[in-house]
């Protein structure tokens, strides 16, 4: 059974920074692109970053660019995004995601999500 678990999350003021983990089991972890996506309430969700499989190329929004980042550990089956200078903007839940995409469809597991709050 594939398994996706996030944590890291928590309450942050503007400017500060969070390490998010996600955890995977049930599938081979190395051999897929990762993605974490992000749901703002009352809003649908929003793709963030992705990760290759096979040569660790990552990918950004626009809205994150230069203040995150999103290294995975293969040995461990752990993917983390690193999110520096954060922004009231980037309140939502996180949730990492096995493949590539921006709607829920579009991929073949996600995890149960960890809440991030900035604060002004």
């Known amino acids: 059974e594939v398994q996706l678990v996030e944590s890291g999350g928590g309450l942050v003021q503007s400017g500060g920074s969070l390490r998010l983990s996600c955890a995977a089991s049930?599938?081979?972890?190395?051999?897929?692109?990762m993605t974490w996506i992000r749901q703002a309430p009352m809003e649908g969700p929003e793709w963030v970053s992705s990760?290759?499989?096979?040569?660790?190329?990552?990918f950004y929004a626009d809205s994150v660019k230069g203040r995150f980042a999103v290294p995975r550990d293969d040995a461990k089956s752990m993917l983390y995004l690193q999110m520096n200078n954060l922004k009231p903007e980037d309140t939502a839940v996180y949730y990492c995601a096995k493949g590539y995409g921006t709607k829920w469809s579009d991929f073949g597991a996600w995890g149960q999500g960890t809440q991030v709050t900035v604060s002004s």
């Open positions: 990760i290759n499989a096979w040569d660790n190329m990552t």
């Open positions: 049930g599938f081979i972890f190395g051999n897929y692109g």
